[in-house]
């Protein structure tokens, strides 16, 4: 018996793959560890809220049409991420965070 073999095209390819990316996130969210380990390197939460969250509070506020909410935090009050938005803006805006930061 011969194998079957499909010929796929790359933009096909990628296409699809764009689009599974896009539906897997959506409706999903995230505490700050969620995040830290899916989108910023594993940096430490309190790395994490120095250095991405608060410097960005204005703009990433869910109140403010952003993707965090509660980006100030405080006693007892946790963060909650929007996944697909969350990692949208990270792409977008990768190069405006301190990687470097201690």
């Keep these: 018996m011969e194998a079957l073999q499909v010929s796929i095209s790359q933009a096909y390819l990628d ?3 764009e689009q599974q990316f896009e539906t897997a996130l959506e409706g999903v ?3 700050i560890n969620d995040f830290r380990k899916r989108c910023c390197f ?5 790395w994490v ?6 410097p960005f509070a204005d703009e990433i506020d869910y109140d403010k ?4 909410i ?3 935090g405080g006693r007892g009050k946790k963060q909650m991420i929007f996944a697909k ?6 792409e977008a805006n990768k190069l405006r ?4 930061a201690k």
């Design 42 to 46: 594993n940096k430490s939460a309190e």
């Design 97 to 100: 965070i301190n990687w470097q």
């Design 29 to 31: 969210t995230w505490d």
């Design 65 to 68: 049409g952003g993707w965090c």
């Design 49 to 54: 809220r120095r250095n991405v969250i608060l």
């Design 70 to 72: 509660n980006p100030h």
């Design 85 to 90: 938005s969350a990692s949208e803006w990270m």
């Design 15 to 17: 296409s699809f793959i």
